[in-house]
């Protein structure tokens, strides 16, 4: 891994990239660039993070069916809970999922422990358990599977001022930040990256 920069993506930061028509533009020229075959960029994908990119695009793909019948965005909570895609429809979507985590650019985590004191700080500082559970399952995968990660994109701002109140819970080289034009402007410089023609 000595020779790979590696980044972690939020989900939000992924379902911009394969499944907006209109989503945040530096998520996907960021996406762009790491999974170009081209780069020493890389991404790693930790088991639970995984779990809800899935998850995730699933519950996107519910919502977009039901408004498709003609529900409204009001009506999609009430519809969803016992609800499920057409088998058809549903085997399509995993096998779309499957497609995109075989991108060669991605590095999977095999670990699915989690660091226990990690999980209840971030719990009791008011983080959703699902993301409690994320990252807790990343940085101890980091450290058992050595990775070390240089960037951890996310447009969450409470990340950002955890991290600000507890820097000895994550490592001194893991850069936090949203995915911004800029940030793909100066990857591109760091690591002398040449344009090509936009992927997306």
């Given at each position: 891994m000595r020779n790979k920069i590696i980044f972690f993506i939020d989900t939000n930061i992924w379902l911009d990239w394969k499944y907006t028509k209109r989503g945040n533009k530096g998520s996907k020229e960021l996406m762009g660039l790491l999974t170009r075959h081209d780069t020493c960029l890389y991404i790693?994908?930790?088991?639970?993070?995984?779990?809800?990119?899935?998850?995730?695009?699933?519950?996107?793909?519910?919502?977009?069916?039901?408004?498709?019948?003609?529900?409204?965005?009001?009506?999609?909570?009430?519809?969803?809970?016992?609800?499920?895609?057409?088998?058809?429809?549903?085997?399509?979507?995993?096998?779309?999922?499957?497609?995109?985590?075989?991108?060669?650019?991605?590095?999977?985590?095999?670990?699915?422990?989690?660091?226990?004191?990690?999980?209840?700080?971030?719990?009791?500082?008011?983080?959703?358990f699902a993301d409690a559970l994320i990252l807790a399952n990343l940085l101890h995968s980091c450290k058992v599977e050595d990775i070390r990660i240089e960037y951890f994109i996310t447009r969450d701002d409470f990340l950002k001022k955890f991290r600000d109140h507890y820097t000895n819970l994550f490592p001194k080289r893991m850069q936090i930040s949203g995915p911004s034009p800029g940030l793909c402007e100066q990857i591109k410089k760091r690591f002398r990256i040449k344009e090509i023609e936009k992927m997306l």
């Open positions: 790693y994908l930790p088991y639970f993070a995984k779990q809800e990119l899935i998850y995730q695009i699933l519950e996107w793909e519910r919502e977009k069916h039901l408004l498709g019948q003609g529900y409204s965005i009001r009506e999609i909570p009430q519809q969803k809970g016992d609800f499920k895609l057409p088998s058809t429809k549903n085997n399509r979507i995993l096998g779309e999922i499957k497609r995109i985590l075989r991108t060669p650019k991605i590095i999977h985590g095999k670990s699915k422990e989690i660091d226990s004191s990690l999980f209840e700080k971030l719990v009791s500082n008011e983080f959703g």
